[in-house]
């Protein structure tokens, strides 16, 4: 039986080591579900080593015991904390106005380029299609061909496309903000 917990226990640790050296998805925060997989899978195996520290006659262990059982609540305590005051403005009036713009200015079929924000109005607001968007996602999803739209779309807004390649993927407007010219710091207004 101690042979079986230590596989299961090692098994998991590999989990660990793996998943902070290697990053499974181009967007990094990804990986954090596989780190889900392994805090299961561990915390039985660490309990039952609080318990077996608490239960022996050593008063260094027993000592340790109570300061590791706060510093392993106080870290996920912390966590979320943070997450549940955490606030940041979604959309703001020029983003209703600027999404209440596009649905009535434009066709409903058109499709933006827009930053690679997962939440931007042309999107989540008026509703329409975004060329490219978040890479996190994107990836995430199998969409085909990722590399290749997102070197077309460095070259639309850029100014370098020819019209072919608009032409090709429908795209007919290209939303500038700052973001945008973030991502794509060759982008050409």
Known sequence: QKKAQRHWCLSFWAIFVITNVVQFQPWDKDNNKIFLIW???IVGGV???LVRWWRTRSLVAKAFVPLLLISLIFSGALISTRELFLRWQYMDMRDLDFAEWL???TDPEAVFVTNQSHIHTVSNMAGKASFYSFEGWIHSHGYPRMWERRADMVSMVSGNAPAAVWR???VKYVVFDWT?????PTANR
């Not at 945008?180 to 794509?184: C, E, K, N, S």
């Open 39 to 41: 805090l299961v899978g």
């Open 103 to 105: 649905r009535t200015n």
């Open 168 to 170: 090709k993927h429908g």
């Open 47 to 49: 309990s039952g080593i």
């Open 180 to 184: 945008l010219t973030h991502d794509v």
